[in-house]
């Protein structure tokens, strides 16, 4: 293992955005029992602390791989077209007119039932804008179209939050 290893290298999976979840979590137990800093108690601070730069790698690579977005995000970044969401928030007009409309709905739902719905409805459309990137990265490899991709699909995920936090002020 090499500290330089990309996180897909570290963790001995293609590089693609389809992962097997199980097979990640597998990985990463295996790779948090070799670089567990309690392993090299008995080797001293130095040893200690290389081990514990090691586990903090291999936390920080598990968190990217596990998480859709995140690693769509890295596989962009990777192939030279980083999401850049702080600097490009710049959305289709249909997407855009989608998220005003989800907003007024939010604001007009009075009742759990009536934020359930919107809730499963944009949980549908996480579900379709997930498997059109799984195609764009995986299928045509555009990471182009897949950057822009990721930030529509962060948009939606910060919504579905927004959603939740709605739905526990509901439930006071």
């Given at each position: ?33 070799e670089v567990h800093p ?51 928030t710049a959305m289709p ?80």
């Amino acid at each position: 293992m090499k500290l330089t290893s990309d996180d897909f290298e570290l963790f001995g999976v293609p590089r693609r955005f389809e992962q097997d979840r199980a097979a990640l979590d597998a990985r990463w137990r295996s790779l948090q029992a070799e670089v567990h800093p309690d392993r090299f108690a008995a080797d001293g601070a130095a040893s200690q602390r290389v081990a514990m730069q090691w586990a903090v790698r291999v936390n920080e690579a598990y968190e990217r791989l596990k998480d859709p977005v995140q690693r769509a995000a890295y596989l962009c970044e990777l192939n030279g077209r980083p999401v850049e969401i702080q600097n490009n928030t710049a959305m289709p007009a249909a997407f855009l007119v989608q998220q005003m409309e989800w907003r007024e709905a939010l604001d007009d739902a009075e009742s759990e039932d009536e934020v359930d719905a919107l809730a499963a409805q944009v949980a549908a459309r996480r579900n379709s804008a997930l498997a059109e990137l799984r195609d764009t990265l995986d299928g045509r490899r555009d990471f182009e179209t897949a950057a822009q991709q990721v930030r529509a699909l962060m948009f939606i995920e910060r919504f579905a939050q927004d959603i939740d936090q709605r739905l526990e002020a509901l439930g006071q």
